[in-house]
């Protein structure tokens, strides 16, 4: 296991990290381990972590209709 000493951290960061480990009922320390592990594990691409999270559900299929209108440039009045 390694260990890491932060220097310089805020007063008003320690406090909040002290209310937040209180509110997850763990120590300071327990809740920066926590915060560190959720942060390096999370996913790097949005559209992976929706599929993990419900890709079981399986997916739907839209019917989009097709554009009545052509695209234009927006204009921009002086």
């Known amino acids: 296991m390694a260990t890491i000493v932060v220097r310089n951290l805020d007063e008003e960061v320690k406090h909040q990290l002290r209310m937040r480990a209180a509110r997850h009922g ?9 915060i560190l592990e ?3 594990r999370k996913q790097e691409n949005f559209g992976e972590a929706i599929m ?6 399986g997916g739907v299929e839209l019917d989009i209709p097709p ?4 695209m234009r440039a927006v204009e921009f009045d002086e």
């Open 67 to 70: 554009r009545t209108m052509e």
């Open 38 to 40: 959720e942060s390096v």
């Open 26 to 34: 763990r120590s300071m320390e327990a809740e920066v381990r926590a």
């Open 52 to 57: 993990e999270a419900f890709g079981a559900l």
